[in-house]
């Protein structure tokens, strides 16, 4: 069952796309990052494979559409990771007011990743596990060391910058935490299979962590 849904925040609201298999096992939120949104093909691929595998599936514009608009001209807000990990926040409550029954994953991509792993920092009592594609997790600074919920980064071979930097991240991570490099993939994992690849990843990791129930393990 999929269905568009509004999220409150500070007297307006983010949009969402909410997506429930039978029987789900847990809930994983998307925070999308850098200009993207719940529309992201990537993203939508992934929670495809992960409603597969039972879970459910909520993807979350961490922005406003008034802030959408203004960052569209400005590329401003989409790297505000304080901004952006609120508004994960916001959809933490949601989950937790609306889904209660599912234990919670954290899926985040750009510089979403860095906004998923902040939040995970502040609610280590709700987040399970946590994703992340192609990310920035750096640019969640001093909350790394904080974050208690266990970690996958997945990035491209060829995407060597950012490499790098989730290489730097991953060593300030405390939790259980492991680092899948997609050969010869790009920043957008736009090669043939690569989203396949991050999609069985993903799937694992969260299958791993996030399910109560030891037969979804």
């Known amino acids: 069952m999929q269905s568009e849904i509004t999220i409150p925040v500070e007297g307006d609201h983010t949009c969402a796309t909410l997506s429930v298999p039978r029987h789900a096992r847990g809930l994983v939120l998307f925070a999308h990052g850098s200009g993207s949104s719940r529309h992201s093909p990537r993203n939508r691929a992934i929670?495809?494979?992960?409603?597969d595998g039972g879970l459910a599936t909520l993807l979350v514009d961490l922005l406003?559409?008034?802030?959408d608009r203004f960052d569209q001209s400005?590329?401003?807000l989409r790297f505000d990771i304080a901004l952006l990990a609120a508004r994960v926040l916001e959809a933490i409550a949601w989950a937790e007011r609306e889904a209660a029954n599912l234990p919670l994953g954290l899926f985040g991509a750009s510089t979403g990743a860095a906004a998923a792993l902040a939040a995970a920092a502040e609610r280590p009592d709700v987040v399970r596990a946590v994703v992340s594609r192609g990310g920035r997790p750096d640019l969640a600074g001093r909350a790394?060391?904080?974050?208690?919920?266990p970690t996958l980064l997945i990035v491209g071979g060829a995407?060597?910058?950012v490499l790098g930097l989730n290489r730097s991240a991953l060593a300030s991570l405390s939790c259980t935490k492991e680092l899948a490099v997609v050969p010869g993939a790009t920043h957008l994992f736009e090669e043939p299979g690569a989203i396949d690849q991050v999609s069985r990843l993903a799937r694992a990791w969260l299958l791993r962590f996030v399910p109560s129930d030891e037969r979804a393990r």
């Open 47 to 51: 929670a495809a494979a992960l409603e």
């Open 144 to 149: 790394l060391a904080d974050v208690r919920a």
């Open 64 to 67: 406003t559409p008034e802030e």
């Open 74 to 76: 400005t590329r401003e």
């Open 159 to 161: 995407d060597t910058e």
